[in-house]
C-alpha cells in the first residue's frame, strides 16, 4: 500500500502541532519517523488513521484521495495504529482482548471459542512468542501486553501497521523476536510506519527516514545516506555536540553503602557502594531485578536481609518517608503511574514532595511556593505556559523535568534514577544528562539504573551489572565496553 | 520569563465550567424567585440556610473523603448513632457540654473505624463504608430499642448547658439596625467551617496531601505521603461532621430517633458531585459543594414553596442533578 500524505495542518486551539507536514510510504518498506517529542509524529499518524481529522492538507491510499473518520475506517483500509499507550483491557484474558469487538461467532451471537482459540495460536506462532492465551492481561509483563498489541494488529490483515515506540518496554529478546516478525511481515508487503528515539534500532531495522521538526516535515532520507549525527541534526535543527556531556569532578568519600540487600526469589546478598560526586551505572536485562533493589533501598517494597549504611552509619528504612528523611530520592521508571500526578499542575507536582519547605506549621507560604516553583521551571527550562500548567498536557521530555524539578528540591544525598531518559526525545536527554552531572558536581551520589547500554557507558563513573537478582560485577567506567556488560548481564564471565 | 505567564488563558466554556454550579444556583434562584413571592423572603432564605445546614456540614467532610478518591456511606448512620449517644447520655443526666463533646468525639472515632477498614483492611472505600454504615444503624437501634427519646432539653439541669444545647439547632444570631438580621446559628456554623475547610485544602500541607493522595496515592506515597494516615484523617473528619450535624438536628427537633439521616449519604454525594468534585478523587474544591448544598435545598425549599407534589420533586431533582453533572464534564 502506497501512502502520501502532504501539506497537513493541524491545530489544537491556539497550538498548531502540524505546519506543512508530509509523508510517504512505499509498498513494503520500513519506514522511520523521527523527531524530537512534541515533533507532531503521532498527531501526523492519528491523522492518517482518523483519530484526529485534519485542518488542510491531503491523504493519497494507493493515489485515491482517503478521509478516515475513525480508527475504525482505517482500519477496514489495512491501516492500522499501535498506541505507544497500551491500549488493552487489563481485566480479560489475551484471547478476549484479541478478538474484542471482531469475534468470531457461530449463530446468535454465540462465539466460537475453538475458532478464536486455533486462530490466536495460528497468530501467536506466527509471531514466535510464547503468551498463554488464557492469561488474564494484568498478570503478564509490560512486554508480552505489548506483544499481544502487535498480535491484535495482525489479526485484521493489515497492510499497514503503525508502531509507536513498540521497544521501549521489550526485553532484548522480546524485542529481537518483534524485528523478526517485522521483518517477515515486510517480505509479504506489508508496510510498517515505525515511531522510536532509539537511533541503533533504527539503523538496522529501517529502510528510509522521515523527520519532523515543530509539526513541519524537515526531509525523507534513505538510511545508507545518513548517519546518526545527521539524523540529529535534522531533528533539532542544529550540531548537539557531544552525546554525553564529560564531567570533572572530584569523587569524595562513600555516601551510601548496601550489604548483603536480599529479597527472596527477587535478588539477594546484593552489596554495592556509592561514593560522593560519583555516578554509578546500573546494567542489566529486563527483569534482572534493577528496580526491585533500588525499591527496596527506598522502602517501597520490603527486603528479607541487608543492611543499609549512610554515611558510614546504618539507617533503617521501612517505607519512603524514612529514605526521604535519610536523604534519598529516587525517579521511578513509569514517570505517568508513579512519578506525577498527573491531572495535577507543575506546581503542585513540584511542591508535594518539598511540603515541608514551603510551609511553616503546616501552612503553605504563597511566596515560597512560588520560589520553588519558579526555580525548578526555570533552571530545567521546563517548556509551559506557567506554574498552573497540567502535567497531562506536557510532553514526555518535560514530565521527566517535572520529575527531576520536584526531587533536586528536596537536596538529596543519594539520587536513585531508574530509567530517566525513557521515551525522552535527544535533546531532553542531554539536559536529563547535564542535571546529572550537576547534582555529581554537587557531590551527590547518583546511582542511574538504564536499559541502553550507550547512555550507561557514556554516563557512569562505574558499572553495577545485575543478573537473576544477583550483582555479577562492578566495572570500571573506563575499561567498560558494551561487550562486557552483555556478556555479564547473560551470564558469562569475563 | 516571557513565556511563563501566571495563569492559562481561560476560554469563557472553562469559566462556565468551573463556576457551572454556581451558575446554575443563580438561574435556579432567579426562576423560582419570579414565580413565587413567597420564596423571595428574607425569612425563607434564612430558613433555606437552616435547612441547608445539615447537608452542607456532612457534604463538606464528604468532600475530603471523595477528593482523597473514597466515599463515606456511613455518614447517615453516624449522624444518627451520634445523635442518640448525645441523646442518651443527655437522659442519663451526662452535663450539656461534655455529652457534645464525646458525642462528637464518638462520630470521629466511627469515623476512624470506616478509615482503618479501608486503609489497614484493604476494603474498597464503597463496601468498607457499606458496613460500617449498616452496623452503626444497627447500633443505634439497639441502643434505643427502636424508641426515639424524646424532651431532651428537659433532662439538662444547669442553665449554661441548656443554652448550650438549645443553641446549637434553635439558636439565631441577631445582629444590624433593629435587630434586622436573625442568621440562624446552623447557618454561621456551616459558614465558619466553610472557611475552615478552604483554609485547610488550599492552604495547608495536610490539604495538598489529601489532594495528591486522591489523584495518584503511588505516587503520592513515594513522595513521602502517608496515604494511610492521610486516608484514616478524612473518614474522622467525615464522622466529626456527620456527628455535628446531628447534634445540631436533635438541638433543633429536640428529640433522637435511631433512624434520624436516613438517605443522607445520597443527599451529600450529590452535592460534592454538584459542586465538580470528580468521584475518582484528586479534583474539586470546597465552594463547588456548597453551591451544590444549595442548588439541593433551593430545589427542596422552593419546590416545596411551590406545592409541587414530593414524587415529582424527586424527578425533578434528578434531572437538574444530571444536566448539571452533565454541563460540567464538557470542560
Redesign the interface.
Known amino acids: 500500500m502506497n501512502i502520501e500524505m502532504t501539506g497537513i495542518n493541524k491545530s489544537f486551539g491556539a497550538n498548531q502541532v502540524l505546519k506543512d507536514a508530509a509523508f510517504t510510504l512505499k509498498d513494503g518498506e520500513v519506514h522511520a519517523l523521527m523527531g524530537e517529542n512534541g515533533a507532531g509524529k503521532s498527531t501526523l499518524m492519528k491523522i492518517l488513521t482518523g483519530v484526529y481529522t485534519k485542518d488542510s492538507g491531503t491523504v493519497k491510499v494507493d493515489g485515491k484521495e482517503v478521509n478516515f473518520k475513525s480508527p475504525q475506517e482505517a482500519e477496514k483500509a489495512g491501516i492500522v495504529f499501535i498506541y505507544q499507550e497500551l491500549n488493552v483491557l487489563f481485566d480479560l484474558t489475551v484471547e478476549e482482548n484479541l478478538f474484542m469487538g471482531k469475534e468470531i461467532t457461530k449463530k446468535f451471537g454465540i462465539c466460537d471459542k475453538k475458532a478464536m482459540h486455533a486462530k490466536a495460536q495460528e497468530v501467536m506462532d506466527k509471531m514466535g512468542v510464547q503468551i498463554p492465551i488464557e492469561a488474564v492481561m494484568s498478570d503478564l509483563s509490560v512486554g508480552q501486553q505489548q506483544m499481544v498489541e502487535i498480535c491484535k494488529a495482525l489479526m485484521v490483515d493489515a497492510k499497514v501497521i503503525i508502531m509507536d515506540e513498540p521497544t521501549a518496554a521489550l526485553t532484548e529478546r522480546e524485542t529481537e523476536s518483534l524485528f523478526r516478525v517485522m521483518r517477515a511481515l515486510q517480505k509479504k508487503g506489508v508496510s510498517i510506519v515505525y515511531i522510536s528515539h532509539r537511533m541503533e534500532e533504527i539503523f538496522v531495522l529501517c529502510d528510509r527516514i522521515t523527520i519532523l521538526r515543530d509539526g513541519s516535515y524537515i526531509g525523507t532520507e534513505h538510511v545508507n545516506d545518513i548517519d546518526m549525527d545527521g539524523i540529529v541534526k535534522m531533528m533539532i535543527g542544529r550540531e548537539i555536540g557531544e552525546r554525553y556531556p564529560k564531567r570533572d569532578v572530584k569523587i569524595g568519600d562513600e555516601v551510601l553503602r548496601v550489604e548483603g540487600l536480599t529479597k527472596e526469589k527477587v535478588f539477594h546478598d546484593v552489596s554495592f557502594d556509592v561514593r560522593a560526586g560519583e555516578v554509578l551505572g546500573v546494567a542489566g536485562l529486563m527483569g534482572a531485578g534493577r528496580t526491585e533493589i533500588m525499591e527496596a533501598i527506598f522502602g517501597s517494597i520490603s527486603k528479607n536481609h541487608g543492611q543499609i549504611y549512610i554515611d558510614g552509619k546504618q539507617v533503617t528504612i521501612k517505607n519512603p518517608r524514612q529514605a526521604i528523611a535519610a536523604g534519598i530520592g529516587f525517579i521511578t521508571e513509569d514517570r505517568k503511574t508513579e512519578g506525577l500526578l498527573l491531572e495535577k499542575s507543575i506546581a503542585e507536582n513540584i511542591e508535594i514532595a518539598n511540603l515541608k519547605s514551603v510551609s511553616k506549621h503546616g501552612v503553605l507560604s504563597r511566596k515560597k511556593q512560588e520560589e520553588l516553583v519558579q526555580q525548578g521551571i526555570e533552571e530545567f527550562k521546563i517548556k509551559c505556559f506557567g506554574p498552573w500548567h497540567e502535567c497531562n498536557n506536557l510532553s514526555g521530555g518535560n514530565q521527566q523535568k517535572v520529575v527531576l524539578a520536584k526531587w533536586i528540591a528536596t537536596n538529596p544525598k543519594i539520587l536513585i534514577l531508574d530509567e530517566p531518559t525513557r521515551g525522552v526525545d535527544i535533546g531532553a536527554k542531554k539536559e536529563i544528562y547535564n542535571v546529572i552531572n550537576k547534582m555529581a558536581a554537587q557531590g551527590v551520589a547518583v546511582i542511574m539504573v538504564s536499559s541502553e547500554l550507550p547512555e550507561v557507558l557514556g554516563m557512569s563513573d562505574r558499572i553495577m551489572v545485575v543478573r537473576e537478582g544477583e550483582v555479577r560485577g562492578i566495572l570500571d567506567g573506563k575499561d567498560a565496553d558494551q561487550e562486557k556488560i552483555m556478556t555479564l548481564a547473560t551470564g558469562g564471565t569475563l | 520569563?516571557d513565556?511563563?505567564?501566571?495563569?492559562?488563558k481561560k476560554s469563557i466554556g472553562t469559566i462556565i465550567g468551573e463556576y457551572g454550579a454556581f451558575i446554575a444556583l443563580v438561574l435556579l434562584v432567579i426562576v423560582i424567585s419570579c414565580v413565587s413571592p413567597e420564596f423571595r423572603t428574607t425569612s425563607n432564605f434564612l430558613n433555606l440556610l437552616r435547612q441547608a445546614s445539615f447537608n452542607g456540614l456532612i457534604a463538606f467532610g464528604m468532600t475530603c473523603v471523595i477528593l482523597s478518591d473514597g466515599i463515606d456511606l456511613s455518614v447517615g448512620s453516624t449522624f444518627a448513632l451520634s445523635a442518640i449517644l448525645c441523646a442518651e447520655m443527655l437522659v442519663h443526666g451526662v452535663p450539656a457540654g461534655l455529652a457534645i463533646i464525646l458525642a462528637l468525639a464518638a462520630g470521629t472515632a466511627l469515623g476512624v473505624i470506616s478509615g482503618v477498614l479501608v486503609t489497614k483492611g484493604r476494603l474498597q472505600p464503597f463496601i468498607a463504608t457499606l458496613i460500617t454504615m449498616t452496623a452503626y444503624r444497627g447500633l443505634a437501634l439497639i441502643i434505643t430499642d427502636g424508641k426515639p427519646i424524646s424532651r431532651l432539653a428537659s433532662n439538662i439541669e444547669s442553665e449554661s448547658g441548656s443554652f448550650l444545647f438549645k443553641v446549637l439547632g434553635k439558636g439565631n444570631l441577631v445582629f444590624g439596625p433593629n435587630d434586622m438580621f436573625s442568621v440562624p446559628i446552623p447557618a454561621i456554623i456551616l459558614i465558619v467551617l466553610l472557611l475552615v475547610f478552604y483554609f485547610v485544602l488550599h492552604?495547608?500541607?495536610?490539604g495538598?496531601?489529601i489532594?495528591?493522595t486522591g489523584?495518584?496515592a503511588?505516587?503520592?506515597?513515594?513522595?513521602?505521603?502517608?496515604t494511610v494516615r492521610i486516608k484514616i484523617a478524612v473518614y474522622a473528619i467525615s464522622g466529626f461532621m456527620a456527628a455535628l450535624a446531628g447534634l445540631i438536628m436533635i438541638s433543633r427537633v429536640d428529640s433522637a430517633q435511631p433512624t434520624l439521616g436516613d438517605g443522607y449519604e445520597l443527599d451529600a454525594i450529590a452535592a460534592v458531585a454538584l459542586g465538580g468534585t470528580s468521584m475518582s478523587g484528586?479534583?474539586g474544591k470546597i465552594v463547588g459543594t456548597l453551591a451544590g448544598v444549595l442548588i439541593i435545598a433551593v430545589l427542596n425549599n422552593g419546590l416545596n414553596i411551590l406545592g409541587v407534589s414530593t414524587y415529582y420533586q424527586e424527578v425533578i431533582k434528578a434531572i437538574v442533578i444530571l444536566v448539571a453533572v452533565l454541563s460540567d464534564r464538557k470542560r
Not at chain 2, 203 to 206: I, L, R, V
Not at chain 2, 218 to 226: E, H, P, Q
Open positions: 520569563m513565556k511563563v505567564v501566571e495563569k492559562n492552604h495547608t500541607t495536610f495538598r496531601r489532594y495528591a489523584s495518584n503511588k505516587c503520592a506515597k513515594l513522595v513521602g505521603v502517608n484528586g479534583r
